[in-house]
């Protein structure tokens, strides 16, 4: 069984261009998860999402920061006019329904220019 | 608005000691607590999942406590092994629906040889 699968696993960007993430959730799982690790920090979260439908976008800023989890295909989280402060490790983690087991990715390390 | 404490928040240790990590977190009313592994570059791996209603639970060389009225967990690692060098993070869960993970910053363990 795979389990949850990101890519890309590095993405460099320059300042003011576009990051897009994917993340595709064990299979059969129906929730999906974003993190985002700073440097030094722990774990902090940015969005939980079913298919189609946005649950919990609290963690995630306002501006330039997007998701979503259609429903073909994996969970993007789309990052516009990137800037410095957004150079992290972003984790996605998926759950059948039901439950908070989550199962986390191995995460996309976002470098920006 | 829960907030999760690891101490110490790096630690070595000669191979063959035992240690202690500890947790705390300021909202005793959680669903459960996961401890994590994390690895340099890669995902999360989970490690113990501890119920509120239970009091510790084993895997291994691994213990976790949990006591929730005063807010605190240890991860207990018995005879410890070069191997067992990476982050360990602590999580916490409000309620049994969906609702997300709130981490620690971890303790970063190294393991001589």
């Known amino acids: 069984n795979a389990g949850v699968m990101q890519n890309p696993r590095h993405l460099v960007r320059r300042r003011g261009q576009e990051a897009r993430l994917r993340c595709s959730p064990v299979?059969?799982?129906?929730?999906v998860y974003w993190y985002r690790q700073l440097p030094e920090e722990g774990l902090k979260f940015m969005v939980y999402l079913q298919k189609e439908n946005i649950i919990d976008e609290s963690g995630m800023p306002k501006e330039r920061f997007s998701a979503e989890f259609p429903k073909e295909g994996p969970s993007i989280l789309r990052i516009q006019q990137v800037v410095r402060g957004d150079s992290a490790a972003y984790f996605c983690?998926?759950?059948?329904?039901?439950?908070?087991?989550?199962?986390f990715g191995s995460g996309t390390q976002l470098s920006v220019l | 608005k829960q907030e999760v404490t690891q101490i110490p928040a790096a630690l070595s240790v000669p191979e063959g000691e035992n240690l202690v990590l500890n947790c705390s977190f300021t909202d005793s009313a959680i669903y459960n607590l996961q401890w994590f592994r994390q690895d340099p570059g890669k995902g999360l791996t989970s490690l113990l999942l501890?119920?509120?209603?239970?009091r510790e639970q084993t895997s291994g060389r691994l213990n976790a406590s949990l006591d929730k009225s005063s807010g605190r967990s240890t991860l207990y690692i018995a005879a410890s092994q070069p191997g067992d060098s990476a982050t360990y993070l602590c999580a916490v869960i409000r309620n049994s629906g969906n609702t997300p993970l709130v981490f620690g910053k971890g303790t970063r363990l190294s393991v001589i040889a």
């Open positions: 501890i119920q509120s209603s239970q």
């Open positions: 983690a998926s759950s059948p329904s039901g439950t908070p087991q989550l199962f």
């Open positions: 299979k059969g799982h129906s929730h």
